[in-house]
Structures are given as C-alpha cells and as structure tokens.
C-alpha cells in the first residue's frame, strides 16, 4: 500500500492526527503489526472513521474493522459512514446487528459473527482490532482462526491494533514480536488529555471499609467469581457502603456500579432503593431489556445503574460522575476499563468521582501509571520484593527492618485489620502529596523488634507517636541504642539536639523517662509526604519551638524535673543553643 500525503480533518485533535500520522509511517517503514494507545474517551472512534476515508478514498482499498461486541460493531459503522465520501461503501457483518453485508469497500464486523467467514468476506488491504486487548495471547481463538485465514486470501494483510489499554485482561503486554501484534507506533496518557481539557478530572476519596483480599485464590488471571461475592456480599459491607454511596452521590447526576455477582448486585441495588428513595436499575449477562435500561439511562430517567462485567467496553455515557468499584480484580485491563467509563467530559460535569471498594487502586496503582503483571509460566519463581531506603537509596529486601548499608530503620508495616480505614491510594499519580497538620498530642513509648534478641541492643528503639487528628498518627523511630558513630545513632544525636537542653541520653531507656517528663520540645504542626506507591506517608518536616530556657519554664519545668537514674542533668547556664543545619528531615 503506498502511502501518500493525506489531507486530514480539520475537527481532528492534534493527538489524533499525529496518532494516524505515526500508523502510516509504521506501516510504510516497517512489516510488523501496530498498535495505537489512546485512552478511553480520547476519540478512538474518529481514527476509525480517518482510516476508513483513507483506505476507501485515498488508496481505493478495503477495511475490516473486527470488534467483540454488537454496540462497538454499530459505533465503527456510524464512524467509517460519516467519514468516507459515498457512505454506501460502508457495511455491517453481525448477527446480533441482523446484517451480513459481504462486498462493501468497508466492513464493521462481530468477531463471533465471521471468525468462519475469511473466504466469503474477501480480500482486505487493512484489518483493524478495536479493543485488542480482547484478543487472547495463544490458542485457536476465534481471532486467531480469522486472521490466519484472511492472511491466505491476502498474504500482504495488515492488522492494526486499536486500544486503551496495551495489556491483556489476564495479564502481559499485547505488543511482542511473536504475538498477533509488535509494537506501539503511538501513544497519549490519560492525564495529558485530562490537562488538554479532553477527558475528565478523576478524583477519590477513602472508604469506610477496607477489606482483607490476601486470602482469595486466582483462576485464568482473576479472582475466583464465588470468593469475592462471599467476601463482599456480606450484609455489613454492604450496608456501610450503600451509606456511603448515598451520601457520596448525592449530587451525581449519573452513577455506575460495578458489583462481584448477580446476588451481590441485586443487594446492593435492593439496599440503594431503600436508602435514596429512588430507582435503581441492574443489568447482567442475562437481562433481556437491556438495550431498553441503557437508552432510559442515557436519557437521565434515572441516576443508579449497577452491573456485573457487562458495562465495561462499548458502553458509553459522557455525563457518568461517579464509578463504584465493588468488585475486586487482578485484571488491570478489566480495572481501567471500570474506572475509563467517567472519562469522557460533558457540559456541566466538572470531575467524576471513583469509589474504590475492592482495593483495585492500591493493587494496579493510578490509571495512568498501571503496573502489568507479565504471567509466570508454571513452576517459574516470582522476583523477591525489595524496597528502597529513603536516606541512601540502597535497595534491599523487604524483609529487612533497617538498611544494611547506613542502619536507616524502616518503619513497622502493620497489617490492615478486615475492617479498618482504607489507604488513600490516588485514582491518578502525580507529585507526592504533602499536607501540614496540626499536633495533638506526642507519645513516647520503648520499641522492641518484633522476633529481636532482647540482648542486643539495637533491638530496642524509642518510638514518638504523634497525633495528628482523632484517628490519624504517624511514628519515628529515634535509634540511640544503636553502635556510636552509625547513621542510625548519629540521627538519633541530631535529633535530641534539636528538641532538648540536655546532654544526649546514653540509653533509649534514659531518652524514654526524660521525654516523659518533659525534657523535650515538642512540635505544632507534621509536614507529612506519601509518594506515589507508597500506601502510608512519611514525615517531611515539623515545627519545632526552640529549646530555651523559656520554653521549660513556662511550663514549669525545672533542671531537678528531669534527676533520674543517678545521672545528673547539665546545668542551664551550660546550655548553649546549637543550630544544626544537616538535621535529615
């Protein structure tokens, strides 16, 4: 195929244009098969219909644009017909469309529909797969079996990929040289488009309820469908989710839901109806009048739409604010596709809202930083996870407490109780997130190691808790036990210089009883940071009164207050504040 100066729709986006632009130069300089990568929401619709008017007009060829479902089959036809120049050169092979047109110079196909009809279609210059990430990495499938017979009627076929998202529903990338697809010859983020004003902002908000998934067990690629409807579809879970659902949604002008089963969905949508007074609709495999539910939707004649994997792909509603995550999913794929249904911008809508009751952000990450899972062959060992230290960047194991290579004490990661306060994973990455709170309240406690040998020192570190709000708090971890002269050690030193007059304890026990008595200063306000990746933040920075002499006597503290264990505290007139400027935080 010759590839020619092509005039371009002047309604085209930039992204758009240079998205066709890059297909073509891959095509002319390349033999491999391409792929494009635009969000959902980004107008892959318009480059089918570019495509189309290029093949058809331009080059005088044939098109077959092969997708999964009745609803993308019917959108690519209505695309490639306002497109070309005779829309009579436009045809529709589906049977759930009722239509098997054969000779058309474009074709918009059901997958299901021709897998078996190579031969009777004809020769094709371009084969497009719209939502490729359906097609499965090995086997017999049904688009295999197409596409190697089409490659017999035209050994000179070219198949191009159209997509959101460039990995498998059950995991690993779609583009390798021995896959139907090689490479990506163009791709746009989400949170570029969302800055351009093409794709609505994504915010969230923390749930209630935070469940424990570690127990769930996975087949082909996704959580077992009975282990998550019994771990969701509990009266209590529900209960406090519709609660917060109601309260949340409120304003919402649309709402999709996305439930773990038919029984999970019916409960959720029977305790909607109690809790907004309102209708709710369902919708799954086996609803009839579901073209019928869709259009009222679409048509605003009611607000809750609750579904089970039906409502991922081909459905499309503009003025969508609020996408309900109920269900838990392995599948990255299957998790940006649930959220991308709030992408698409509309008059009056300012963001959509994502609620997140299946620990899928904190799994998969943001939408525009998705982490792929490439499968493991049977027998092949994971890689074992690691973690940086944040004062020397050395990476070790995450199985240890302190960096071996400068002593830095990584803090203690509990374990999430089933029911406690969930993380507040961001639904988009960005900057680290850094907010300054005010201090209610320092605690002081002797930390042991868990499993440490009680006779060694280092085992024993003192912990300062701050209270930053009625639930929140965040800890460090001051390591004078440590051997003198270590990082640990010598952080501890800086820090005890910062906050006391006093000489630096000799012992974390000593450092204990004069905190408690109120040896040192204490802060007003946490500057905390939580990167991206990060479930829980880190303390940046606080402010620190001086500690002078004033400061003790105004609350009344005395040098005999701080007498204990027979050591002698420094006098005041000793004391001589020193600024450290290389304090670490």
Request: with cysteine; proline share 5%; hydrophobic share 35%.
């Amino acid at each position: 195929m010759e590839m020619i100066h092509l005039r371009r729709n002047m309604g085209a986006r930039d992204y758009q244009k240079r998205a066709i632009d890059s297909l073509y130069k891959h095509l002319q300089e390349r033999d491999d098969n391409p792929c494009i990568v635009i969000p959902t929401g980004g107008g892959k619709g318009f480059i089918v219909g570019e495509i189309a008017r290029d093949v058809v007009d331009v080059w005088s060829g044939r098109l077959l644009v092969l997708t999964h479902v009745k609803e993308l089959v019917e959108q690519n036809a209505k695309q490639a017909i306002r497109s070309v120049n005779d829309p009579s050169n436009v045809g529709i092979y589906s049977a759930g469309l009722k239509k098997k047109d054969l000779d058309h110079a474009v074709i918009s196909a059901g997958i299901q529909s021709v897998y078996n009809k190579a031969c009777d279609l004809g020769a094709f210059d371009l084969i497009l797969i719209d939502e490729v990430h359906l097609v499965p990495e090995d086997g017999d499938g049904m688009y295999r079996t197409f596409l190697n017979d089409a490659k017999i009627v035209n050994p000179k076929v070219r198949i191009i990929g159209l997509t959101a998202t460039p990995y498998r529903m059950k995991g690993g990338t779609i583009c390798k040289p021995e896959n139907i697809l090689n490479s990506i010859c163009f791709e746009v983020g989400v949170k570029q488009l969302i800055a351009q004003g093409y794709l609505s902002p994504l915010v969230n908000r923390s749930t209630a309820k935070r469940l424990d998934f570690d127990g769930l067990h996975t087949r082909n690629g996704d959580f077992l469908p009975e282990e998550i409807n019994n771990l969701m579809d509990i009266d209590e879970v529900v209960e406090v989710a519709v609660a917060e659902i109601t309260e949340a949604t409120k304003d919402s002008k649309a709402v999709i839901i996305f439930s773990c089963g038919v029984e999970h969905g019916g409960h959720v949508a029977r305790l909607l109806r109690e809790s907004t007074g309102e209708r709710v609709e369902e919708i799954y495999g086996t609803t009839n009048n579901r073209d019928g539910i869709i259009s009222e939707f679409k048509a605003g004649e009611f607000r809750y739409l609750v579904n089970m994997a039906v409502l991922t792909t081909g459905f499309d509603d503009p003025k969508i604010d609020a996408v309900i995550l109920m269900r838990p999913t392995k599948s990255a794929g299957l998790y940006y596709q649930m959220v991308g249904r709030g992408l698409r911008i509309c008059d009056g809508k300012d963001a959509c809202l994502v609620l997140d009751y299946g620990g899928n952000i904190e799994r998969h990450g943001p939408i525009d930083m998705v982490k792929i899972q490439e499968p493991r062959s049977k027998g092949e060992g994971g890689t074992a996870p690691t973690r940086i230290c944040p004062e020397c960047q050395g990476v070790c194991l995450v199985q240890y407490s302190a960096c071996p290579y400068c002593n830095y004490l990584f803090p203690e990661i509990e374990k999430p109780p089933h029911d406690g306060q969930s993380s507040n994973a961001s639904i988009l990455s960005g900057p680290p997130k850094i907010e300054t709170k005010k201090v209610e309240r320092v605690s002081y406690f002797i930390h042991d190691k868990k499993g440490g040998d009680p006779d060694d020192p280092k085992s024993q570190t003192l912990r300062v808790e701050y209270t930053l709000g009625l639930m929140e708090k965040i800890s460090e971890w001051i390591c004078l036990n440590h051997p003198k002269g270590s990082f640990a050690h010598n952080k501890a030193i800086q820090w005890w210089k910062r906050r006391s007059i006093l000489d630096v304890p000799e012992s974390v026990e000593h450092a204990f009883i004069l905190c408690q008595d109120g040896a040192c200063v204490e802060p007003t306000e946490v500057t905390t940071i939580t990167k991206y990746g990060e479930k829980y933040p880190n303390i940046k920075g606080m402010d620190l009164p001086e500690p002078d002499q004033d400061y003790f006597f105004k609350r009344g503290k005395k040098p005999n207050n701080f007498e204990r264990h027979g050591e002698k505290p420094n006098e005041w007139e000793h004391f001589d504040a020193e600024e450290d400027e290389d304090i670490p935080f």
